[in-house]
């Protein structure tokens, strides 16, 4: 029966046999593993050169277009650096222009910080004692509370910042609505139907109802 032995044993076996080992007939363990080792070799070398050949086939043809690609923004980088020397204050002004623009869009809040500030401040509210609350604050951040319950709040952004207003419908009796084109109002009523602004990670509607809200009006 022939002995299986391993890839890995063989090339440690490899590298541990002195030069001349293989030039001394001793045995025919030695001959099958030097013929093993000739065959792992010619596999090896077969496979490597039909990979160099597979790529070098599959990438020539993009390497004349990513050579282009990379001229035209080399070109355009050079531009860029040339009328840059030449018009400093105006690129500087633009430069900065945009950086700032970049900044606001990173700091404008996300959909779903609007419903999550009505939630807090609702229970920011409900903690405090009746005595204690202001009145329209109370019934500014309910009346939200009670749109977002309805589904009625949604938001969009502009860039730097967001704006929440008030659905043509809400969303959990939109079919009930939309059986009578009278209880639908009109896209006019946009500005009127929006609740509040959304910039800097702050909402600023919300922020200026919210102050001074654990002071009551009557004191």
Known sequence: ?????????LWVDLCAIPPGYFLVPAGGLRVTTFITICLYLRIILYAYSKL????????SSYKQSITNILT??????????????????????????FLLLAYFT?????????????????NEISLLPYRLRKRTT????????????????????????????????PFNNRLYYFNSKFLIPSHLTFLDRILDIGFMNKWWFMDKFMLDYDVSDEE
């Open 72 to 97: 035209d923004y080399a070109e355009t980088f050079r531009s860029f650096g040339k009328y840059f020397r030449d018009n400093p204050i105006k690129c500087s002004i633009s430069s900065s222009a």
């Open 1 to 9: 029966m022939r002995a299986s032995i391993s890839p890995g044993k």
């Open 106 to 122: 990173y700091h404008c809040p996300d959909k779903y910080s609007y419903a999550n500030e009505i939630i807090s401040n609702t």
């Open 52 to 59: 160099m050949v597979f790529f070098a086939r599959r990438f």
């Open 138 to 169: 109370q019934d500014q951040i309910f009346h939200l509370m009670l749109l977002l319950d309805q589904g009625s709040i949604c938001t969009f952004s502009i860039g730097p910042c967001r704006i929440a207003y008030k659905r043509r419908t």
